[in-house]
């Protein structure tokens, strides 16, 4: 069994096409292994051990037959607890939709099933997907497989807390302001957003629209082009999901980055870095230098405005979004003797403390009389954001930068200042806000042992450009291959 979770999602998919493992055993394999970590844990929000077996006897059956089988043939995957899987509970960590059951798949699941993989369960996440630590669900706080006395980062947190502590090789996350890739830095995992518009937003519970993006979860950059191509593409149940050509993103992962223009922005690299944080990731950066990339210093000016922005921007599109949750047309409702006590009380009762501050904030940003002075402005300086990434990837074909200022913090320890909490993504924002891809990926370790990030950003589409360069920097590293030292 342990050789079985050492291995990565693509020897997984070569072993069971080539009947040197089935996927019952790998299955099998992994389901044992979360039975046994998931106390200490809690990655999961929902297992679906029994539904994950018999797809696995699918997948074996069509092999059996001779019959082709998808690229993930038989591979478990987790699938945040914000994506719809026909038959499942879709909760968002919320009290408010507990026992929701999602009535259809999502177009990334879809998929995922046509590229036959096997699903596992329905990982922890904030409610709503608000959150940087993923101790505001509802159903319990994930703890961080390094040292379960600290987070495992947020919102995706349970996604990448289970593809550190091997209960699945591959996990599908949400990112909205950096909730795939600052949980991954903090779990020491791969995670990617994709080009906003590239994997289809269809089946995702919308929290912020213009920001909201899915993507994988893995641990080596060779998983995370496997899974991308699997998920990305045009839907037309979307109308943000952008029609043009995949590539194929695993064919140019070994082409050399000799030449490569790589740019490291001064607003990134600041005195309140973490200093072993700074070490790592300029380490990192050695290695490109090494491998023959070209890297210069650049500016990216409207940085500082960036967390401002977002705070303004992402709850005002929160506001709008929940507000279909009255207690009326599904989800919680509270007992009430008339209909304005009934979605009042439904929606304080149903919502946590943090999805009702950031609907208060996106409430008030849009109401009469301070639109303009908030949400509009904000939509200008988003713009100025933009602008800025445009003229850097004029010059670099990649900027590099750590993906949060610190390592994983204890939990609790910013639970009552918010503030703090948000400039967590202090990082990561940016990429949202300008609709570009970027990846996390771990680059080192702090000296009490917790993962470091390195984050990559590219122009929109140029996933492979990003896919390319971490690959190579993997070949020359084994951060990627450390593990915790789960009992």
């Not at 109401?367 to 509009?376: P, R």
Request: glycine share 10%; hydrophobic share 40%.
């Amino acid at each position: 069994m342990n050789e079985i979770l050492g291995l990565s999602a693509a020897e997984l998919a070569k072993k069971i096409r080539g009947k040197e493992l089935s996927s019952a055993e790998v299955t099998a394999a992994f389901l044992d292994h979360t039975t046994a970590c998931e106390p200490g844990i809690h990655a999961f929000v929902t297992r679906l051990a029994e539904d994950a077996l018999q797809q696995a006897a699918v997948v074996d059956g069509k092999i059996k037959r001779g019959e082709s089988v998808g690229a993930l043939a038989g591979v478990p995957i987790a699938v945040k607890d914000n994506i719809m899987v026909a038959g499942a509970r879709t909760t968002c960590s919320s009290k408010i939709l507990e026992n929701y059951i999602a009535p259809y798949d999502a177009h990334i699941i879809t998929r995922l099933r046509a590229a036959d993989a096997v699903f596992v369960g329905k990982t922890n996440l904030d409610e709503f997907a608000m959150g940087s630590s993923t101790e505001n669900s509802a159903f319990g706080v994930t703890r961080n497989p390094w040292n379960r006395e600290y987070i495992p980062g947020g919102s995706s947190g349970g996604s990448a807390a289970a593809v550190a502590a091997r209960m699945a090789p591959l996990a599908i996350g949400s990112d909205t302001g950096g909730s795939i890739r600052q949980p991954a830095a903090c779990c020491g995992v791969v995670g990617f957003k994709p080009t906003y518009g590239r994997v289809s937003r269809y089946g995702l519970v919308a929290f912020a629209s213009s920001l909201d993006q899915i993507g994988p979860f893995s641990t080596t950059v060779e998983d995370t082009a496997l899974l991308l191509s699997a998920i990305a593409g045009h839907d037309a149940g979307d109308s943000t999901s952008v029609n043009a050509p995949v590539p194929d993103y695993q064919a140019g992962l070994s082409r050399s980055i000799k030449g490569l223009k790589i740019g490291l922005p001064k607003e990134y690299f600041i005195a309140g870095v973490d200093r072993e944080v700074d070490t790592a990731v300029k380490n990192a950066i050695e290695v490109f230098r090494k491998l023959g990339a070209e890297v210069r210093e650049i500016s990216l000016p409207h940085t500082a405005y960036a967390v401002a922005v977002y705070y303004i921007l992402a709850p005002s599109e929160a506001s709008a979004n929940l507000a279909r949750y009255d207690g009326v047309k599904y989800g919680f409702r509270a007992a009430c003797d008339n209909l304005l006590e009934e979605y009042e009380n439904t929606r304080g009762e149903g919502f946590g403390g943090e999805v009702k501050r950031r609907i208060m904030l996106g409430t008030y940003a849009l109401s009469s009389g301070y639109y303009d002075a908030y949400y509009g402005k904000a939509q200008k300086v988003r713009t100025l954001v933009k602008q800025d990434f445009d003229r850097a990837f004029a010059e670099v074909d990649l900027i590099v930068t750590p993906t949060a200022p610190t390592t994983a913090f204890k939990i609790g320890e910013k639970s009552a200042d918010p503030l703090q909490m948000y400039l967590s993504d202090i990082f990561t924002i940016s990429c949202n806000l300008a609709g570009i891809p970027g990846i996390s990926m771990p680059c080192g370790f702090s000296g009490n042992g917790l993962p470091i990030g390195m984050q990559m950003m590219a122009a929109p589409f140029a996933e492979e450009t990003i896919l390319r360069a971490g690959y190579q920097y993997q070949q020359q590293t084994a951060w990627h291959t450390k593990r915790p030292p789960l009992s």
